[in-house]
């Protein structure tokens, strides 16, 4: 089994470091006023206000970094990727601590474990609302609670809600190929490991909505794009 | 149950499946409605110890429960989906498969025929019928435990829209079509059952049985089946408007302007309160398609181990249609806070009153019955007197509920749920175990054992009244029915430590069920044989043979010349005149 | 009778039932199983309760003993007959009739003349008129709440307008709207004045649900589709919980909201200091 998993290894490196695939990375920025953070008062669950000291929460539909760029941005290659690319067996891990999802948006490959933990010792539901996949709705009382589940088709979002905690949500980015980013509290994406080609990069934003780039790569090349959006009013 | 006594057969050959599967026969049906009935009886014990588990242990992981119910228990916890599953699936198994289906599925069919004098039912063919439709009904049923989003779960009333929406639980998706399917199956064979219940009694009666000769328990399968007929196709058309609701995009229970889980709801213009004025008109009478055969039962029995006749007979059987009648006006008494209009809400508080009218009479004609008597106890004995001990607190508490204003506070709380297993679940349930006990040498030809059944009896009294007497006190304080868990409240964490008390009795009452079981599958086979008349009983039944043959009686139908409860005679010989005995031979 | 019937199973009931009654009773006050307590005007309901309680409880007592000593009385004895009474004859007809007809009595004069019946006229009529009002919508598994601002009055809703930013769906171009106070589900508590009509209007977003406040004797059904309604006073300041009694879903058991109570002057001060709708993100 050990041999099995170093020549595996060995064997990507190579691949990886002859292939010279290309990466496309870049910010999002956000254009205008940034608006009011909103708070979200968690006192009407004693136990959640209690786990944050009784203080409010910023919501993250809309997080605009200090830098001016927006967080919580799914990048991905919506069109031009060939071949087949099967999931990583390493599962992607969705954490509720705090009445709040970690992380708020996420990518996941077709297949691939999702696990849905509780770190909270109180109920949580898992309520994911897909149109092409199978919706479903876990409930998890105790805390150290897992749930596996993955998904069987590509769709771009899939919302998650806690009905305990209508202000818990989430987005999963589902794909059959492992190329997407979220921006990070700089505004920053990095998509890895691109063949070289011709790609269609479509950045989504649960409130502002989505934007497409198109983008050629050679092989080896680091491409920098930049998205930008604007408030719609 | 392979005994079946062959001499006085009327010229009558039968292969294996035409005697024992597609049997035409009343006796053979009403053996497999008891059988099934014992099938689900078993089954929805084990959902409530899983319920009782949960309630005792929250949040502490059980890793036996994870191998026994997978994804249902992860970890060990008991999913709060599931537990809303099994107090669904535990209360329609109960209230229809063991208590309707099993319990005026057998007595009717076994008793009706039998005790008028008839050779079988007016239509044997249909009968049949009528339990392989149930049959499908169970399989259906059961098949519902095996599916991905689980069996059923939006509570046995199953109110819309949470009934309605496939994504307001996951029970509520494929779960909630196949138990909607499975009920109209079901209703479907309660009609069938009930249409030859009916006709045979009215048309079927041998010479001399009148109508004021019929036995009790004739007359309580009887007024049962008119309620049946007259109540279930309401449920079985409510159950279809809901089938077109969730399958058709009409919207016949679902308003417009739902949005569920942050999502918009693609319905308009509904009414949820409708389904409940649907379901309860067939809900309360149900509860009395529970209680009267339960309580017809009971009176024979009592009876007959009394050695006296049943007091003031006519005014009983008078009672019974009152109840009967009364019950199809009363089921606005399960809504008075749904947002019904309140006017109502007061007609409902007279109408349910009144129905104890009935009720009280008919309990103090039982005690009036055993006064003075000269008592036997057979286990069946004591189911009956165990009867009067449950049906007494449920009736009494039935007050509380039917009082309006009272009903704010209580309705939907554990005092409702002990209300109504007092009244209708455990009490019926000792009903039937009653009447098998008191039968089962007429249906199998052999005795029960008698120690085993009185020390079930008394492991099920102490038990039940462990169980659920506490639950009164609960609701009182205000603790919520259908809850997962008792700790998220102040007022309902107090109770914590009493659920655990509560799930000890639970098991050794489920301990007392065993019991049961292992007696009655041992005495089919191993029992004691038994003789025509091994309680010494007047009623035609006990006549003929153990069990009798097919076709009832040898080749004359007995003719009947007295009322069915002729015990202590003053003069008589003996403490008991059979019906079939001229009156001429009396000495007096 | 071939055999005489052993005594037992009378002295096991009578027992059984003599004990428990006790051990009822006794563990019943240790604990203090009780209403919870009353903090509102409702105190009739605790009365009417109260009095079927003690009759229905009278009741239990007397016929759970006569059924057990009847059971133990008559035991049967080889040899005996028991009492030949049909009750055919018009006195005891008559006898068998008596006993329902005090039940039903006695019930229907707890029911109706400690004043039920007023007090369900008094819930389902006419609302005083400068009532405290409070909107409250459930939802799976959490409750909103709105209150309607210094005019005293709630602005128009529409469902279709329900989106994350305006989780009520309130019309914000309505004028009534402008200053009311929203607190989205799971995000507010419910403050009520002391001493003073509380009137509660209840809506459902998806099932229905049912806010249960025990001890203000209250609970309504909310029906998706309707506005239920129903009004009392609170009379106990502090903090109390409201629960969900109709089955919703798989958080049932934990759908609920804390409810305080407080002199109006500090009620109405803590509504002064939130930001009305007109003036948020609508
Ligand atoms: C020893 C036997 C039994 C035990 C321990 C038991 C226990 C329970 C429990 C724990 C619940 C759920 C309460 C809640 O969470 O609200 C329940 C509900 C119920 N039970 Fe039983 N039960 C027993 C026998 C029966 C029988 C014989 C019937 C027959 C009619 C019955 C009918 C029901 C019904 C109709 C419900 C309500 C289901 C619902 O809320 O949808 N039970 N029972
Ligand atoms: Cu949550
Ligand atoms: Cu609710
Ligand atoms: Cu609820």
Redesign the pocket.
């Known amino acids: 089994m050990k041999k099995l998993i170093s020549i595996v290894l060995l064997f990507s490196f190579i691949s990886f470091a002859f292939a010279q695939n290309a990466t496309v990375k870049g910010v999002v920025k956000f254009s205008g006023e940034a608006p009011k953070p909103r708070l979200i008062s968690m006192k009407a669950d004693r136990q959640c206000d209690a786990i944050h000291g009784g203080k409010q929460v910023q919501a993250e539909d809309v997080v605009v970094n200090q830098n001016g760029t927006l967080k919580w941005v799914f990048v991905y290659v919506k069109e031009g990727v060939k071949g087949k690319y099967n999931p990583p067996s390493e599962p992607v891990v969705l954490d509720q601590q705090g009445c709040w999802y970690h992380p708020h948006v996420f990518g996941i490959m077709v297949g691939q474990k999702l696990e849905v933990r509780n770190s909270d010792p109180l109920l949580h539901n898992i309520h994911a609302t897909p149109k092409k996949n199978k919706p479903f709705n876990i409930g998890q009382p105790v805390k150290g609670m897992k749930s596996y589940h993955t998904f069987d088709t590509p769709e771009i979002m899939v919302p998650f809600k806690c009905d305990v905690h209508p202000w818990m949500s989430a987005y999963a980015g589902v794909l059959d190929h492992p190329f997407y980013s979220v921006t990070n509290d700089k505004g920053e994406f990095e998509i890895k490991n691109l063949p070289p080609g011709t790609y269609t990069i479509e950045a989504w934003h649960e409130r502002l909505g989505t934007q497409t780039q198109t983008v050629t790569v050679k092989a080896g090349e680091v491409k920098t794009i930049e998205f930008t959006f604007e408030r719609k009013k | 149950m392979a005994i079946h006594t062959e001499h006085t057969e009327v010229a009558h050959k039968q292969s294996f499946i035409t005697k024992y599967i597609f049997s035409t026969d009343h006796k053979t049906i009403a053996r497999q409605y008891l059988i099934t009935g014992i099938f689900w ?1 078993v089954v ?2 084990i959902l ?2 899983l ?2 588990l949960q ?1 005792a242990y929250p949040n502490q992981p059980m890793p036996i429960l994870e191998k026994i119910l997978g994804k249902w228990a992860e970890g060990g916890i008991l999913k709060p989906e599931f ?1 809303v599953a099994l ?2 699936m ?2 329609t198994i ?2 229809f498969f ?2 309707t289906a099993g319990l005026s599925g057998t007595f009717s069919n076994y008793l009706i025929p039998l005790q008028i004098g008839a050779r079988d039912m007016a239509f044997p063919v249909l009968n049949m019928l009528s339990y392989w439709v149930f049959f499908a009904a169970s399989v259906v049923m059961l098949a519902s435990f095996f599916i991905q989003t689980g069996p059923a779960a939006v ?3 199953f109110y819309p829209p949470l009934s309605a929406l496939k994504n307001s639980i996951p029970g509520a998706d494929l779960g909630a079509t196949l138990w909607l399917i499975s009920m109209a199956l079901f209703i479907v064979s309660s009609l069938l059952g009930a249409l030859n219940y009916i006709t045979t009694t009215l048309n079927f009666r041998t010479k001399g049985m009148s109508m004021g000769r019929l036995p009790i328990t004739v007359w309580g399968m009887f007024v049962t089946a008119i309620l049946g007929l007259l109540s279930f196709p309401v449920l079985l058309a409510g159950a279809v408007m809901l089938i077109f609701d969730r399958e058709f995009g009409t919207s016949f229970f679902v308003p417009s302007g739902l949005v569920l889980g942050g999502q918009p709801v693609p319905h308009e213009g509904g009414n949820p309160i409708l389904w409940q004025h649907l379901f309860w008109f067939l809900g309360h009478p149900e509860v009395y398609i ?1 209680a009267i055969p339960a309580f017809s039962l009971v009176g024979e029995i009592l009876a007959t181990n009394a050695r006296k006749p049943l007091f003031a007979y006519k005014v009983s059987v008078g009672a019974i249609i009152g109840i009967g009648a009364l019950s199809m006006i009363v089921w606005g008494h399960h809504m008075y806070v749904s947002g019904m209009n309140p006017v109502l809400g007061e007609v409902f508080v007279i109408t349910t009153l009144a129905i104890s009218f009935p009720t009280a009479i008919l309990v103090f004609n039982y005690l009036v019955t055993i006064w003075r008597g000269n008592l036997r106890f057979t286990p069946a004995m004591l189911f009956a007197l165990g009867f009067l001990g449950l049906f007494i607190p449920g009736a009494l508490t039935g007050a509380f509920l039917a009082t309006a204003p009272v009903d704010i506070q209580l309705h939907d709380t ?1 005092f409702v ?1 002990a209300h ?2 007092f009244t ?3 009490s ?2 000792f009903g039937m175990f009653a009447g098998v006990y008191h039968w089962f040498p007429k249906m199998f030809g052999r005795m029960m054992n008698d120690k085993l059944g009185k020390l079930h009896f008394w492991g099920s009294f102490i ?2 009244y462990l ?1 659920f007497f506490p639950m009164f006190f609960q609701g009182i304080a205000g603790v919520p ?3 997962y868990a008792f700790t998220e409240y102040n007022f309902t964490s107090q109770f914590l430590g009493l659920n655990k008390f509560i799930t000890i009795a ?1 098991f050794v ?2 301990a007392a069920q065993l019991l049961f079981l292992f007696n009655f599958f041992w005495s089919i086979f191993k029992g004691k044989k038994a003789d025509k008349n091994p309680w010494k009983a007047t009623t035609l039944e006990w006549q003929t043979d153990s069990p009798p043959p097919h076709g009832n009686w040898g080749p004359e139908t007995p003719v009947v010349y007295r009322g069915p409860y002729e015990y202590s005679v003053p003069g008589a010989e003996e403490d008991y005149i059979p019906q079939t005995v001229p009156v001429k031979v009396e000495t007096k | 009778m071939e055999e005489k019937q052993s005594k037992f199973h009378g002295l096991l009931f009578l027992f059984f039932f003599v004990f428990g009654m006790i051990a009822s009773v006794w563990i019943v006050l240790r604990n203090g199983w009780w209403l919870p307590e009353l903090a509102s005007d409702r105190e009739t309901i605790d009365r009417i309760f109260i009095t079927i309680f003690i009759i229905a409880g009278i009741l239990f007592v007397i016929s759970e003993l006569v059924l057990s000593y009847f059971i133990f009385r008559y035991s049967g004895q080889p040899g005996k007959k028991a009492f030949y009474l049909p009750g055919t004859t018009r006195k005891e007809i008559l006898w068998s009739i008596l006993p329902g007809t005090l039940v039903v009595i006695i019930l229907e004069i707890s029911a109706e003349f400690l004043g039920g019946a007023s007090l369900w006229g008094k819930i389902h009529g006419e609302i005083p008129k400068d009532a405290f009002l409070v909107e409250i919508t459930g939802e799976q598994f959490a409750w909103s709440l709105r209150y309607p601002g210094p005019d005293g009055k709630f602005g128009r809703t529409d469902p279709s307008l329900i989106s994350y930013d305006n989780p009520l769906g309130i019309d914000i171009s309505d004028e009534a709207a402008k200053d009311d106070i929203v607190f989205p589900a799971g995000q507010g508590i419910m403050y009520l004045p002391l001493d003073h009509p509380v009137v509660l209007l209840i809506r459902s977003k998806d099932v229905i649900h049912s806010p249960f406040l025990p001890n203000f004797r209250v609970k309504q059904d909310a029906v998706p589709g309707m506005t239920t309604r129903t009004w009392f006073v609170p009379k106990k300041e502090g903090e109390f919980e409201l629960a969900c009694a109709e ?1 919703c879903g798989l958080g049932h058991y934990r759908m609920k909201l804390p409810v305080v109570v407080k002199p109006m002057e500090e009620v109405k001060q803590w509504l002064s200091e939130q930001t009305p709708a007109g003036d948020i993100y609508y």
């Open positions: 009886g929805g014990m409530s110890w319920m009782r309630l537990y107090i669904t535990h209360g109960m209230v063991l208590l509570g046995w009333t529970v554990y749920v109504f297993h209708m679940a455990t019926a349930a038990g039940v169980i029915r259908r809850y639970a009452a489920g | 089955l």
